[in-house]
Nanobody, 121 residues
Framework: VQLQASGGGLVQAGGSLRLSCAAP????????MGWFRQVPGKERELVAA????????YYADSVKGRFTISRDNAKNTVYLQMNSLKPEDTAVYYC???????????????WGQGTLVTVSS
């Protein structure tokens, strides 16, 4: 599964960004999709995930109520809408995929390149 993330950038605190991750191929709908983030010196953390059938979602406590994950299986794309951004959301964000037989929270075994999100105070 090839994953192509985009949408990162610089935004002021309180602002919004939407990340996109395209996954070309006819089997996109058979995978859970997740967004992770990582800052230097820290472990990569799962921010949000959505099940293959769009029924279940997961959010880290730190982003609940601010971030929304969604998917469009017709477009083979997963999105992460990020609102009310905080400086502590600054990180490299990665999209990832896992076969539907795995748990929604992972482990994920397919990764896209990262996209940098910088939130200024």
């Amino acid at each position: 599964v090839q994953l192509q993330a985009s949408g990162g950038g610089l935004v002021q605190a309180g602002g919004s960004l939407r990340l996109s991750c395209a996954a070309p191929g006819r089997t996109f709908s058979l995978y859970h999709m997740g967004w992770f983030r990582q800052v230097p010196g820290k472990e990569r953390e799962l921010v949000a995930a959505i099940s293959w059938n769009d029924i279940s979602t997961y959010y880290a406590d730190s982003v609940k109520g601010r971030f929304t994950i969604s998917r469009d299986n017709a477009k083979n794309t997963v999105y992460l809408q990020m609102n009310s951004l905080k400086p502590e959301d600054t990180a490299v964000y990665y999209c990832a995929a896992a076969e539907a037989s795995r748990f929604l929270r992972g482990p994920y075994n397919y990764w896209g390149q990262g996209t940098l999100v910088t939130v200024s105070s």
